[in-house]
């Protein structure tokens, strides 16, 4: 059974820095894209950053230019390092993953975490 579990979440003033990880069990880590996703209340989730199966990255407008999405294979941990955090960035953020079933990339998010909250105070 496939786990993403995420870790550092917290509260930060603006303008500080948080750094959330994402480590995934019985999953083919690399093998296809994850991504980055956040809610805030009231609103409908959003995609934060994702990094394909290639290594190819995208990211929300709102956060391009602050922050950086990166992986580590070995190690089956995603990583979102979040810079010049502002209070709009205040959400639960929520790892994600596609499924692979018969060597395809689903192209959906198959798999979730139970999300991490950012607070971030003026």
């Known amino acids: 059974q496939v786990q993403l579990v995420e870790s550092g979440g917290g509260s930060v003033q603006a303008g500080g820095s948080l750094k959330l990880s994402c480590t995934a069990s019985?999953?083919?880590?690399?093998?296809?894209?994850m991504g980055w996703h956040r809610q805030a209340p009231g609103k409908d989730r959003e995609l934060v950053s994702a990094i394909s199966r290639d290594g190819a990255i995208r990211y929300g407008d709102s956060v391009k230019g602050r922050f950086t999405i990166s992986k580590d294979n070995a190690k089956n941990t995603l990583y979102l390092q979040m810079d010049s955090l502002k209070t709009e960035d205040t959400a639960v953020y929520y790892c994600?993953?596609?499924?692979?079933?018969?060597?395809?990339?689903?192209?959906?998010?198959?798999?979730w975490g139970q999300g991490t909250q950012v607070t971030v105070s003026s």
């Open positions: 019985d999953y083919p880590f690399g093998m296809c894209g």
């Open positions: 994600a993953a596609e499924k692979l079933s018969y060597g395809l990339c689903s192209g959906s998010w198959n798999y």
